[in-house]
């Protein structure tokens, strides 16, 4: 079954997100988005935006 995981690979402000796709051990796809966020204002368990009190947050997890 086919997982999409979201996840930011820098520590640096502002960070890009990126969208996983893995299939198994024969699909494993990242793409970049373009969208971006402060890594502060990211969880890696939830693979979403922490605070979503921000109205720019809300957004940003709805796009997600």
Request: aromatic content about 6%; charged content about 35%; cysteine-free.
């Amino acid at each position: 079954m086919a997982r999409i995981k979201f996840l930011i690979q820098s520590k640096n402000n502002p960070a890009n997100i990126y969208v996983r796709l893995i299939d198994g051990r024969k699909i494993d796809i990242k793409a970049k988005t373009n969208l971006i966020i402060n890594p502060s204002d990211w969880s890696d368990t939830k693979e979403r935006p922490k605070n979503l009190k921000n109205i720019d947050l809300k957004h940003l997890d709805f796009e997600l």
